[in-house]
């Protein structure tokens, strides 16, 4: 019979090799929101979070997320079944305030070290004019849930106001 202590090298690589398996290092799962068109932009608690005129006359803020230690899918097939699902919402004074259509099913791209992330999502806003929530204080969070339930949550509390670049 063989001795615990003569197993642990071969369990630990078999650990190893799951948590690589998952996209990222050995850990809990994290996620980071951020916001950004283009690039992600980390946020912090107090930052401002920007209400954009979409092309469509409607409002959103951009949404980002980069997660760790969770499986990221495929960022190159929408349709691959391992690919996670990323939900987006933006509360104000305790409500709901996007469409919830925020909800996107695709895998992250790398971005290195296990990291991956999901840049320029659009979270539309149920509003109708940029001004509704000027000033207010609003929780912006995300959820990413991987294939197999594991998630990864965050949120930030920002102060909402219109993007300078609206007209």
């Known amino acids: 019979m063989r001795s615990i202590a003569g197993l642990l090298p071969g369990l630990v690589l078999a650990l190893g090799a799951c948590a690589s398996d998952a996209g990222g290092s050995v850990g809990p799962p994290q996620a980071t929101i951020g916001t950004g068109a283009v690039e992600f932009q980390p946020l912090a608690d107090g930052d401002t979070g920007y209400v954009v005129l979409g092309p469509q006359g409607g409002f959103h803020i951009w949404g ?6 969770l499986d990221a899918g495929n960022a190159d097939d929408l349709s691959d079944p391992s690919n996670p699902t990323t939900v987006f919402h933006v509360y104000a004074g305790g409500q709901q305030v996007d469409a919830d259509a925020a909800h996107y099913v695709q895998g992250l791209d790398p971005v290195g070290d296990g ?18 929530l000027d000033g207010m ?4 969070t995300v959820d990413v849930t991987a294939v197999d339930g594991t998630q990864a949550s965050d949120e930030r509390m920002l102060i909402a106001r219109p993007d300078p670049n609206n007209s």
Do not use: C, K, Y
């Open 64 to 69: 980002a997320v980069r997660v760790a230690n």
């Open 115 to 132: 990291t991956f992330e999901m840049v320029g999502r659009a979270v539309i806003l149920d509003i109708t004019s940029d001004t509704q």
């Open 137 to 140: 204080e609003i929780r912006f």
